[in-house]
């Protein structure tokens, strides 16, 4: 097949997968919209009896984002698996917050986002171009800006959707708080509390509503092959000084 009428059925397979996990999370009715309603009265529902992560009081929700994307992983030369980063794509559920299926539309997409045949990046590729309003942010990770050692994680809202090229809509966290994810801990990734290193997006970000992501429990160092592994979770974003229009 020749390279370009491959990267074009690549982009529209990649559109309709995307298209697949926007219908799949959107309230059943269609009445609603989907994004860029004001959250600054939602509160993130954290289990009881944990200190772990705690919800800042000195600043309320800006942004909230359902994520799909990978979790990679090396082997090291314990024979385990360690995490060395992601790549995902934020979409702004903000509207749906209060309906009935949001406390679990996570798992619904994870149905849908762990059979699409689609790298990760093929899908945001394609998003950018089109550059739907669904879109908040994508996440990966970066060089550390401190220390210059390791990789930090940052959530990107300037290449696509309502901050494409805004200088400062980002953050570069480090982590403060994690979670065993109250779930199913031995197949969902942490639920974490990360705040602001770089950006102005925000101060602080909860993971929460975790579905996948785990390694295997072992490897073996020099012939296991890096993994990705799918995984969907719920990003909340505290404080920041940058604002959908008419949000706040």
Known sequence: MAPALSALLTSLFASAAFNAIV???QPSDKLFQLSGCDISTFVPDLPPNQSQLVLPTNATPSFIGLAFGVQNYTCTQSNNFTNVGAVAELIDVSCIVSAPSFSTIQNSLYDVWSIVPYHIQDIINMMHLINPPEILAQHYFVPNPVTGQGVSPKWDFRSSGAFEGVQDAFIIAKGKGTLPAPTNS???VNWLDVVNVEGDIASE?????TVGHQPPATCTFGSTPNL?????SKYVFYGGSLYHAGAH
């Open 205 to 209: 970000v909860f993971r929460i509503d």
């Open 23 to 25: 219908d799949e999370i």
């Open 228 to 232: 990705s592994v799918p995984y969907v």
């Open 186 to 188: 031995t197949r969902d």
